[in-house]
């Protein structure tokens, strides 16, 4: 049913590393948003967009940035990963206000 | 924005009817409530959303009172597949915050 997509499904690196999440939806949804959510816990938004060149930190204070140059198009990334940053990454997106969020499979991350 | 407070889990046997409240006592008066359900490493699924009385989909029902201060998810008859976390939200999008806050949502649990 959703056409929103998250690569990768699974990662794990080492420490210091950058990385990359990619999601991109084919719904031509304007808004979009990440969620991070740890096992058996809570979802936290830590991004969002409106559109095309607009992003907006969420409640959870992240270290990752992330850009919204396309609209289908909203990756995130971590410049230098740590342990702390272990944890599902979780991409949606959404047609407008009070529009159901679709979302992605998610991104489980492992930092070593 | 208004806070969601459900049980943190509850247990039901196969064919039975659940029913899962949430009290939003802070909703706003453009709010709208959403259902979402998760299954383990997965993205949240939108079930239902409603603004006041009764809304009814294929899946769920769901109940709000006239003060709109709670709401309740009616699974009927369920089944194995059920079990899920499910999640009650205060959509608070149409009033200018671009935000959609999950709670710690309530563990179903389904038993034979």
């Known amino acids: 049913e959703a056409d929103i997509y998250q690569t990768p499904r699974y990662l794990v690196i080492g420490t210091g590393k950058k990385i990359t999440l990619e999601c991109s939806q084919t719904?031509?949804?304007?808004?979009m948003y990440w969620y991070q959510q740890d096992p058996g816990m809570e979802l936290h938004l830590i991004h969002y967009?409106?559109?095309?060149?607009?992003?907006e930190k969420g409640d959870l204070s992240s270290e990752s940035t992330v850009s919204r140059i396309r609209t289908e198009h909203f990756p995130l990334t971590l410049e230098s990963a740590r342990p702390s940053h272990t944890s599902q990454y979780l991409c949606?997106?959404?047609?407008?206000?009070?529009?159901?969020?679709?979302f992605g499979s998610g991104t489980q991350l492992s930092v070593l | 924005l208004a806070k969601t407070t459900q049980p943190i889990s509850m247990d039901s046997y196969e064919g039975q009817e659940v029913n899962i409240t949430c009290s939003h006592n802070?909703?706003?008066?453009?709010?709208?409530i959403t259902w979402y359900q998760q299954f383990p490493s997965q993205g949240p699924r939108f079930i239902i959303q409603?603004?006041?009385t009764k809304v009814t989909n294929e899946v769920a029902s769901l109940f709000i009172p006239a003060d709109r201060k709670s709401s309740t998810l009616s699974l009927p008859r369920v089944s194995l597949s059920d079990t899920a976390v499910y999640y009650c939200?205060?959509?608070?999008?149409?009033?200018?915050?671009?935000?959609?806050?999950f709670g710690t949502g309530t563990r179903l649990l389904v038993s034979p």
């Open positions: 939200l205060v959509d608070g999008r149409n009033t200018g915050f671009q935000k959609l806050v």
């Open positions: 967009s409106y559109g095309v060149n607009s992003t």
């Open positions: 802070n909703i706003a008066t453009n709010d709208y």
């Open positions: 949606a997106s959404s047609e407008g206000n009070n529009e159901k969020l679709f």
């Open positions: 719904m031509g949804h304007d808004k």
């Open positions: 409603g603004y006041k």
